[in-house]
Nanobody, 124 residues
Framework: QVQLVESGGALVQAGGSLRLSCAASGRTFSSYVMGWFRQAPGKEREFVAAINRSGRSTDYADSVNGRFTISRDSAKNTVYLQMNSLKPEDTAVYYC?????????????????WGQGTQVTVSS
């Protein structure tokens, strides 16, 4: 079992940067693929980024590729999402998620553990 707690959400101007953190409890952090999803008001939850167990492989949604970077620090049991060149359309609640089912990185139902979410608001 793993519990996830996100932090780092804030109000930022367009073009700015934020770094989200997701702290994981438990001793099995390294056995989980970690992902970030987001959900804007009135929209479905969507995939943002994922990182494999070793941290050597990452994947991104087209909408954030080149602007966002996912990373993980196994010593700190933490996964990060560095967000640069933020746009108003990035406004959403951002969720950290973990899976060890071997399922697709891109679909939320493949993830078994979720954080409570952190709000990111980008003003124009």
């Amino acid at each position: 079992q793993v519990q996830l707690v996100e932090s780092g959400g804030a109000l930022v101007q367009a073009g700015g940067s934020l770094r989200l953190s997701c702290a994981a409890s438990g001793r099995t952090f390294s056995s989980y693929v970690m992902g970030w999803f987001r959900q804007a008001p009135g929209k479905e939850r969507e995939f943002v980024a994922a990182i494999n167990r070793s941290g050597r492989s990452t994947d991104y949604a087209d909408s954030v590729n080149g602007r966002f970077t996912i990373s993980r620090d196994s010593a700190k049991n933490t996964v990060y999402l560095q967000m640069n060149s933020l746009k108003p359309e990035d406004t959403a609640v951002y969720y950290c998620a973990a899976q060890n089912s071997g399922g697709s990185y891109y679909v939320s139902h493949a993830y078994s553990h979720w954080g409570q979410g952190t709000q990111v608001t980008v003003s124009s």
